[in-house]
C-alpha cells in the first residue's frame, strides 16, 4: 500500500516532467537561463564586489591600503563629501537624466512620425524615405556629434573655428544650441530615432488591420482611431523603444565627450569614465550600478504597463489588408520635409566625411587644400599626413577591417539566432517564472553602460583561470554577444508576439516536428523582423568603441577602435576616412542580405 | 582518472615553476644586459628571437613606431621582431596591470609610458614591470633620470593665434583675468594625467614661492590668503574658471587654435604643430619665443620606459632602450629629435639647427618639470589636490 502511495506520488512528478521537457520552450528557456545567469549575473557580481575593494593605482596611494582590501571610503567621498558628490554624481546624474528622457522622446517623436505616415499613409517616396531613414542608426553616434559640431560651430563659440552654417549663412548660432544639453538631446534622439522607427514600424506594418477597418465601419473618426486603436497596439513598442533609447542616452560616453566638454556638461557616463581614468575606480563602478539600478527600475515600469495588456496577437490566419491615409494636399509638402530632413541627416554627414577626409587645413574646402594622401598616401607624404600611408594602402587597416567585419558576422550569427529563440520561448511560455527570467536577463547586459561592461569583462579575463581569454578575438565575441543579445531578443520576443500560437498549433496538430514549424511557418512570417534581429548585432558591432576599448589588445585592433583612436589624437582626417568606409560596409551588408534574403535593415518596416 | 589527475598535477607544478623561474630570471638578466655592450645584447637578443620570442611593446608617443622601425634596420636580424602597439594615456595601466603575467599571447614586454608616479605605484612597486639603464650611459644622463629611465622628454608651451597681434601676455596671473575666460584652451586634467601632474607640480613649496612672487610683481601687492591655502590655489582656481574644453586631444587643440579664433591661446604639447597644416602656422606664436613669462610658460613632462615582469625577451628590450638613448636612435631619419618638443636625457644629444625650438636646458628655467619625488611623497595631501582639481573641472 505503502509502495503504491509512493508510486502515485512520484508519477504525476515525473510525468510533469516529462510534459516540461517535451515542449521545447521549456528547455530553450532552461539553457538560456543557465547560460545568461553565468554570463549577465557573474560580470555584475564582480562589479558590485569591486564597489568595496582598493584597486592599484590612485586608490591604493590615497589609502595606502592593500591592493585588493576592503573599503567604504568610495562611498563615502561620492555620498558625504558634499562638493565631491555635487561634481561628480549628482550634477552628472541630473545631466544624464535629461539626456535620457529627452533623447527617449524626440527618438520616438521623430521615428513613430515617421514609421506612421511610411507604413499607414499613402506618402510620396517610401521607398526611398525607408532606405536614408536608417542611414543615422547605422552611424557612429558620435559621428553624429562630429556633424553637428562642424555644422554650427562659429567664430562666438568653442575655439571660435568656422562651421558650415556661418560660412554659407553667417548665422552664429548661440552656445546652448552648439555645446551642451541641447545637441546631445537632438543627436542622441536622431541616432535613435531609426530603432524607433523600426520597432514601431514593424509592429504598424505586421498590425491587423480588421481591427481599424472595424472602427471604421463603426463610424469612429481618424483620430479616435489613431488614439483608441492604433497607439494601444503600438503602445508595448513604443514603451519598449522608450526604454531602450533611454537606456542607450543614460549610457552614452562619446556623444557627451564631443558635445559636452566644451561646457563642462558632463553626464554620468563621462564621469564614470573620468573617474576610473583618475584611478578612482570604486566609485567608477559606484556610479556604473546606480546607471544599471535606474535602468532595472526603467525596465520595471516598463514590465508594469506591458504586463497590462492582455494580448495584442496582430498577425493570425486572417488576411491583414492596411488601408492607407490619404494625405491629399498635404502628401507633397509632407513628403518633401521628411525627404529633405532624411537627407540633411543621412546624406550630408556623409558628404562631410568624404570632405573631411581629403582636406589639409580644417574649414577650408577649395580645391587647392585637398589631396587623396590620406587615403592613397605613402611614406613621402607621412610628414603632411603624420602616418607612413594612407588608409586605402595600409595593412593595419586592413587587418582592422577584416577583425571587425569578422566579429559583427560572428556576433550577428550566435545571437540573431539566440534572440529569435529567446523570444519563440519567452512569448509561447509568456507569463511564467522562467520566461521573465530569461527575457529580463536577455536584456540585462544592454542596462549597463558599455564601458562600465568591458572593465568588467576585463577583469574578468584576467582573473583565475579566464586568463586564455584575454586580448582574444573570442572575448570580444563573447563580450559583444552578451552586450547585443537584447537587441535580437528585443527583436525576437516583438515578433513572435505577433504571430497567434494557433497558426503552430495547427501544425503540431499534424505532426509537423518543432524544427519544421521554425523553418517553414514561423520564421516565413516574420522573416523581415527577424532578419532585423540579426542584422542590428551586425551594425551595433561595427560601431561600437566603448565596449571594445579596454578589451582590444592594441588601439588598431579593430577598425572603430582605430577610428576613434584617430580622432581622439587628431588624426581626422583619418578618422572620417575611416567613418565613410564603415558606414559603406554597414550599406554593402545591408544590400548583400536585401539581395540574398529580400529582407533587410529597413525592410522590417517599409516602403 | 587517477592518473589523468596526477598527469594535470604535475604539467600545472612544471608550469608554474617554469613562469616563476621566468619571473625571476628578468631582474637578474637585466642587471646582466646593463653590463653589455650592444654588441653583446644583439647577440642575445637574436637567441631570443631564435627561441620565437618578439618585442611587443606599448607607447604613448606615436614617434615610438618610427623609433622601432629604425632599430629594427639597425639589427637586421630582428627585423618584424618588434611590434608597436599605441596605447591612450588613460588606460595605460588599466591595461598594463591586467596584462603583465596574465600569460596572454602577444602582451606586452615592455613599454614606454607617461606619468612616472602612476609608473611607480602600479608598476614598479608591485614588481609588475622592472627598470633597467646601462651602464654606459651613466655618465651622460643625469642620475635623476636613470631610475625610473627617461626616454625623452615632452613639453607643453602656451601658444596662441596672432591673427590680430600680439596678446601681450608677460605674466600667468593674467591667464585668471576676465578677458581670458573661454579663450585658454587646454586639455581636461581629469583625463590626461600629465596635464594634472602640471597642476599638482604648482603647489610645490618652489612653485609657491614662485607664483607669489607673480603675484606681487603683477598686482603690485603682496598675495594675502582670503580663500585658498596659497597662491598655488588661486591661480589654478582662477585658470580653470578660464579654461575652455572644446578641445578633446592636443592635436585638435594646436588646429583648432591656429585656424579658430584671434587671441585664443592653447598650452598644449608643442610637437603637435606638425599637425597643422602649412598655410596656419603661420597663425601662431609660442609666447616664450615671444617674450619671458613670469613665472612659467608651459610644462615638461617625461616619457619612460619600462621592462615588464614576463618578458621572454628582456635582453631585446634592453638593447631597445639604449638605442631610444642613443644618438642614432633618439636623432635618426624622422625620429624624436627631428620634431620639435622632443628632448633626449642623453646629454651628447642637441637639438638639430633650422628648429623652432631649443634646447632641454633653456626651458629647464622656464617650464614647470614633473617632479615625480613630489607628487609620490604628498600620500594624504594629494587626494586633497586632486579633490581641489576635480571639482573645479566639473563646475
Known amino acids: ?460 579575463a584576467t582573473s583565475g583561470g579566464f586568463k586564455w581569454m584575454y586580448g582574444s578575438f573570442f572575448l570580444l565575441g563573447l563580450v559583444a554577444g552578451v552586450k547585443f543579445l537584447p537587441f535580437a531578443s528585443r527583436s525576437g520576443v516583438n515578433s513572435m508576439m505577433q504571430i497567434s500560437p494557433e497558426i503552430e498549433e495547427a501544425a503540431t496538430i499534424f505532426g509537423v516536428p518543432w524544427v519544421t514549424r521554425m523553418a517553414r511557418i514561423l520564421f516565413p512570417i516574420q522573416k523581415s523582423a527577424i532578419i532585423s534581429g540579426y542584422l542590428l548585432p551586425v551594425i551595433n558591432v561595427m560601431r561600437e568603441v566603448a565596449l571594445f576599448t579596454l578589451l582590444v589588445p592594441y588601439p588598431r585592433y579593430l577598425l572603430t577602435t582605430m577610428l576613434f583612436s584617430f580622432n581622439e589624437t587628431g588624426y581626422s582626417q583619418y578618422g572620417s576616412a575611416v567613418t565613410l568606409l564603415i558606414i559603406l560596409i554597414i550599406i554593402g551588408i545591408n544590400t548583400l542580405v536585401n539581395k540574398l534574403t529580400g529582407a533587410s535593415f529597413d525592410k522590417g518596416i517599409g516602403g | 582518472m587517477k592518473r589523468f589527475f596526477a598527469l594535470m598535477l604535475s604539467l600545472l607544478m612544471v608550469c608554474s615553476f617554469a613562469l616563476s623561474a621566468s619571473a625571476e630570471d628578468v631582474p637578474d638578466a637585466l642587471e646582466a644586459a646593463s653590463k653589455m655592450t650592444n654588441e653583446e645584447l644583439y647577440t642575445k637578443a637574436k637567441e631570443e628571437i631564435a627561441k620565437g620570442a618578439q618585442l611587443n611593446f606599448y607607447s604613448t608617443t606615436s614617434f615610438a613606431e618610427k623609433a622601432a622601425a629604425n632599430f629594427m634596420k639597425a639589427y637586421p636580424e630582428l627585423d618584424g621582431k618588434v611590434i608597436y602597439a599605441e596605447i591612450d594615456d588613460g588606460e595605460t595601466y588599466t591595461k598594463l596591470t591586467n596584462q603583465i603575467g596574465s600569460g596572454v599571447k602577444d602582451s606586452p614586454d615592455m613599454a614606454l609610458v607617461q606619468n612616472g608616479p602612476d609608473l611607480k605605484v602600479n608598476l614598479l612597486e608591485d614588481e609588475l614591470s622592472y627598470n633597467y639603464f646601462p651602464e654606459a650611459l651613466k655618465d651622460v644622463v643625469p642620475e635623476e633620470y636613470q631610475e625610473p629611465t627617461v626616454v625623452t622628454f615632452i613639453n607643453s608651451l602656451m601658444i596662441y593665434n596672432n591673427k590680430e597681434g600680439s596678446v601681450k601676455v608677460s605674466n600667468v596671473w593674467q591667464l585668471i583675468e576676465e578677458p581670458w575666460k573661454g579663450r585658454v584652451f587646454f586639455k581636461d586634467p581629469t583625463n590626461e594625467t600629465v596635464n594634472l601632474n602640471f597642476l599638482i607640480m604648482l603647489t610645490s613649496p618652489e612653485w609657491t614661492e614662485k607664483l607669489t612672487k607673480a603675484y606681487e610683481a603683477y598686482y603690485g601687492k603682496a598675495w594675502e590668503s582670503k580663500d585658498f591655502a596659497s597662491a598655488s590655489y588661486e591661480w589654478i582656481d582662477g585658470f580653470l574658471k578660464n579654461v575652455n574644453y572644446t578641445f578633446t586631444s592636443a592635436s585638435k587643440i594646436a588646429t583648432g587654435i591656429a585656424s579658430g579664433a584671434a587671441g585664443n591661446m592653447g598650452v598644449f604639447v608643442f610637437s603637435k604643430l606638425r599637425k597643422v597644416a602649412e598655410e596656419d602656422r603661420p597663425n601662431l606664436t609660442v609666447l616664450q619665443f615671444e617674450n619671458d613669462v613670469d613665472c612659467f610658460s608651459g610644462f615638461m613632462y617625461n616619457i619612460y620606459a619600462t621592462v615588464c615582469s614576463d618578458t621572454d625577451c628582456p635582453y631585446t628590450c634592453a638593447l631597445f632602450i639604449n638605442w631610444l638613448l642613443s644618438e642614432e636612435g633618439f636623432a635618426g631619419e624622422k625620429s624624436w629629435n627631428s620634431s620639435q618638443g622632443y628632448y633626449s636625457p642623453n646629454t651628447t644629444i642637441e637639438k638639430p639647427e633650422g628648429l623652432e625650438d631649443e634646447s632641454y636646458m633653456y626651458w629647464a628655467g622656464k617650464l614647470v618639470f614633473e617632479d615625480l619625488d613630489y607628487i609620490d611623497g604628498l600620500g594624504a595631501d594629494y587626494a586633497d589636490i586632486y579633490r581641489f582639481i576635480n571639482v573645479r573641472v566639473s563646475k
Open chain 1, 1 to 460: 500500500m505503502k509502495e503504491i502511495r509512493q508510486g502515485l506520488r512520484r508519477e504525476p512528478i515525473y510525468f510533469r516532467a516529462k510534459a516540461f521537457f517535451s515542449k521545447p520552450a521549456n528547455l530553450i528557456l532552461l539553457f538560456f537561463l543557465t547560460v545568461l545567469a553565468a554570463l549577465s549575473l557573474a560580470p555584475m557580481v564582480t562589479m558590485l564586489t569591486n564597489m568595496f575593494k582598493v584597486h592599484a593605482g590612485t586608490e591604493k596611494k590615497l589609502l595606502r591600503l592593500k591592493v585588493g582590501s576592503l573599503t567604504l571610503n568610495h562611498f563615502e567621498m561620492l555620498f558625504k563629501d558634499y562638493e565631491w558628490g555635487k561634481a561628480n554624481f549628482w550634477i552628472p546624474l541630473f545631466n544624464s537624466l535629461i539626456v535620457a528622457c529627452g533623447a527617449g522622446l524626440l527618438g520616438i517623436l521623430i521615428g513613430g512620425t515617421v514609421a506612421w505616415f511610411v507604413t499607414r499613409s499613402d506618402l510620396k517616396c517610401k521607398k526611398f524615405i525607408s532606405a536614408v531613414f536608417v542611414f543615422p542608426y547605422m552611424m557612429p553616434a558620435w559621428t553624429l556629434a562630429l556633424f553637428w559640431t562642424n555644422m554650427f560651430q562659429n567664430s562666438k563659440v568653442g575655439g571660435g573655428v568656422v562651421g558650415m552654417v556661418e560660412s554659407v549663412f553667417g548665422i552664429c548660432m548661440p552656445e546652448w544650441f552648439v555645446f551642451g544639453l541641447f545637441p546631445m538631446i537632438v543627436v542622441i534622439g536622431l541616432h535613435y530615432s531609426p530603432f524607433a522607427y523600426l520597432l514601431i514600424g514593424g509592429i504598424l506594418k505586421n498590425m491587423d488591420a480588421t481591427l481599424e477597418e472595424s472602427a471604421t465601419i463603426l463610424k469612429a473618426s481618424r483620430f479616435t482611431i489613431i488614439r483608441r486603436v492604433t497607439v494601444p497596439i503600438i503602445m508595448p513598442a513604443v514603451l519598449s523603444t522608450f526604454l531602450l533609447i533611454f537606456s542607450s542616452g543614460f549610457a552614452s560616453y562619446t556623444v557627451p565627450v564631443f558635445l559636452g566638454s566644451a561646457t563642462r556638461t558632463f553626464t554620468l557616463s563621462t564621469k564614470m569614465r573620468a573617474l576610473i581614468q583618475a584611478g578612482y575606480e570604486g566609485q567608477g563602478y559606484i556610479i556604473a550600478f546606480i546607471s544599471i539600478l535606474l535602468g532595472t527600475l526603467i525596465l520595471g515600469v516598463n514590465q508594469y504597463f506591458t504586463g497590462k495588456r492582455k494580448s495584442f496577437t496582430t498577425v493570425t490566419g486572417k488576411s491583414g489588408q492596411v488601408s492607407l491615409v490619404k494625405l491629399k494636399e498635404a502628401n507633397w509638402p509632407i513628403s518633401v520635409l521628411l525627404i529633405f530632413l532624411t537627407l540633411f541627416f543621412a546624406i550630408m554627414p556623409l558628404v562631410s566625411f568624404a570632405l573631411e577626409s581629403v582636406i589639409r587645413q580644417p574649414g577650408n574646402y577649395s580645391l587647392s587644400n585637398m589631396t587623396l594622401n590620406f587615403w592613397i598616401g605613402t611614406e613621402a607624404s607621412q610628414f603632411e599626413t603624420g602616418m607612413p600611408s594612407g588608409i586605402l594602402i595600409n595593412s593595419t587597416m586592413w587587418s582592422g577591417l577584416a577583425r571587425q567585419v569578422g566579429l559583427a558576422l560572428a556576433v550577428s550569427m550566435v545571437v540573431g539566432t539566440c534572440g529569435m529563440l529567446i523570444g519563440y520561448a519567452c512569448v509561447r511560455r509568456r507569463g511564467s517564472f522562467l520566461s521573465r527570467a530569461v527575457e529580463n536577463l536577455a536584456f540585462f547586459p544592454y542596462l549597463m553602460p558599455a564601458m562600465a561592461f568591458g572593465t568588467i569583462y576585463l577583469a574578468v
